[in-house]
């Protein structure tokens, strides 16, 4: 997951989740990624970034990350 943290930095800017106040921090956890509209990433890299920043239950692996359309459109 912490590469997840750090592949969004390098897209969008910034982590996916800030705030100094814990609570609204949680809030947005809880909540999922939120993409700025300023900020131009596709609607490939924000379904892989919302199913990477998932509970672990439901979290995709990286297998599954390596088979998604943003990593395949992306790999060298």
Sequence with gaps: MVWCLWL???VIGHLP???FNHRKL???LFA???FPE???SSQEFQDLVTAILTPE???IGI???RRSK???MNES
């Design 8 to 10: 969004s930095v390098q």
């Design 57 to 59: 239950d439901q979290r």
């Design 32 to 34: 999922g990624p939120v």
């Design 38 to 40: 300023h900020r131009e």
């Design 17 to 19: 989740f800030r705030d």
């Design 70 to 72: 943003w990593y395949i």
């Design 26 to 28: 949680l809030m947005m």
């Design 63 to 65: 297998p599954a990350v």
